[in-house]
Structure formats: structure tokens, C-alpha cells
């Protein structure tokens, strides 16, 4: 990466995208919001990389946009709404957040762009912005209610009040808590489990769950049979194969290397 406000680490399938800016509580300037989308683009583009883990440095994970930059009088420019935004559509392939101290305002909203949401005791969620002024313009007020529902969502907007780990998890907001200081290292480690299924299958699933937030459920529910067919051409009968063979039986979901 160009900048160092952006570290791209790889280990084989999985991608790992760290903000470094601790100083700021990783709060993103414009040149490290640029520097996210083309992290994020580079990982969706790498036909190698199937997963990928975003979190950072420092102890915290996101503070949102720099409002000392902002008010010394740079603009921030939207990070869902601009066509070069790093939070402007939802990729292709997974992406897990790995989230240990803050994740407000704009950090908030980084974190509901990822799939799955690795916590630990130290999280934080919340609106902060809320006391300055600052509106959402990173995809936070579409996606949260998608992921708590209308009214939970509406609460953190309108009131900007932290909401903790465990919360977190009781809401949906998070989805797995982890020992403190492990949550890089155990979403690294649920990025290559993810990473080792079948991916044709695995994306489509993916993204008719993602599709079906704007159609009728007999169009979603369509949707679903026109995503699954690649899978069920390429992928589902070495699978059924492979389990009557012997694999998969008793409750592992480990596959064993021939």
C-alpha cells in the first residue's frame, strides 16, 4: 500500500486489512478512507483471496471520520454514498471484522459493512457523532437496522449512547465474543475455515441472503434457485460424494486431505 495508514497483510486465502492509524483510535482520514477502498478492492479483485479480516491497531478498532481534519476545514467525503467510497457496496466475498475498542460514528458503520462481527470484553458501538453534528454518510442508518432491527437501530441513532460486547451480542450486533486481546487472531482463524469450503456455493448463498432485503419473499425465494444453480452444477454432487464416503460423519466438519 502507498500508505501506511493501511496495512494489507496475506497468508494464503485470507486477506487481513489493517487501519494504523492508533494515535486517532484508527479514525480515518481522507487519505486512509481512500486507501481502505483500494485495500478492499485490491482483496475483491485477488482471485487467490477468498476471505478477508478487517480490525486495528492499537487496541481500538475504528473512531470514524477525523474530525480534527474536518474541523480544520476538510470535508469528508462519503464513504457508502461516493462511487469511490470504501463502504459504497457490499463485496463479493466475506469479510470479517475484528473489533476490540471503539467502533463509533463512521467506525460503526465500517463494521457493519463486514459479514461477521469478532468482539471482545473491550468493544465499543455507538453513534458518538451524534453530540457533534456529524451525520451518517457511511451506510450506518441503512445496514443497522438490517442487522438489530428498526427500533434498536432508532435508539443507538437517535440517542449516540455506547453500547458494550455483551450487548452487542444480545442485539446481534456482534457476533461472537472472544477472550480479550484474541480477536485478530480468531477471526484469522474462522477466515481460513470459511475459506476452505466449497466458494461456489458458500458466495451464493451469501449473496441471496444479502438480495433477499429487497424483493418479495416468492422473488427472493426465486433469486435463491438462480444463485444456487453454478453451485449445484459444480460443486454439490462431489460434496454428496465425498459425504457417502464416509466424510463429515458424526458431527466433523473437518475435511480430511487425501
Not at 449516540?160 to 457476533?175: H, K, M, Q, S
Not at 419473499?217 to 460443486?235: G, K
Request: glycine fraction near 12%.
Amino acid at each position: 500500500m502507498s500508505s501506511q495508514k493501511i496495512l494489507v497483510e496475506r497468508a494464503a486465502p485470507v486477506t487481513t486489512i489493517v487501519i494504523n492509524r492508533p494515535q486517532a483510535r484508527n479514525a480515518l482520514d481522507n487519505e486512509a478512507a481512500h486507501a481502505l477502498a483500494d485495500a478492499l478492492a485490491a482483496f475483491e479483485a485477488d482471485p487467490e483471496a477468498r476471505v478477508a479480516v478487517l480490525t486495528g491497531a492499537g487496541g481500538a478498532f475504528c473512531a470514524g471520520a477525523d474530525l480534527k481534519e474536518l474541523g480544520g476545514g476538510t470535508d469528508y467525503f462519503p464513504w457508502a454514498g461516493s462511487d469511490g467510497g470504501p463502504l459504497r457496496s457490499t463485496l463479493s466475498k466475506p469479510v470479517i471484522a475484528a473489533i476490540e475498542g471503539h467502533a463509533c460514528a463512521g467506525g460503526l458503520g465500517v463494521a457493519l459493512f463486514c459479514d461477521i462481527r469478532i468482539v471482545d470484553e473491550t468493544a465499543r458501538f455507538g453513534v458518538f457523532s451524534r453530540r457533534w453534528g456529524v451525520p451518517m454518510s457511511d451506510g450506518t442508518t441503512v445496514r443497522l437496522p438490517r442487522v438489530v432491527g428498526q427500533g434498536r437501530a432508532l435508539d443507538m441513532l437517535l440517542t449516540g449512547r455506547a453500547v458494550g460486547a455483551d450487548e452487542a451480542i444480545a442485539i446481534g450486533l456482534a457476533t461472537r465474543k472472544v477472550a480479550r486481546g484474541t480477536t485478530r487472531a480468531e477471526a484469522e482463524k474462522l477466515a481460513a475455515e470459511i475459506a476452505g469450503f466449497p466458494p461456489i456455493a458458500m458466495t451464493s448463498d451469501r449473496r441471496s441472503a444479502y438480495e433477499s432485503f429487497d424483493r418479495a419473499e416468492a422473488l427472493a425465494i426465486t433469486r435463491e434457485m438462480e444463485l444456487s444453480l453454478a453451485a449445484r452444477r459444480q460443486e454439490s454432487q462431489g460434496g454428496a460424494a465425498r459425504f457417502a464416503q464416509g466424510e463429515g460423519r458424526h458431527g466433523s466438519f473437518e475435511r480430511k486431505e487425501k
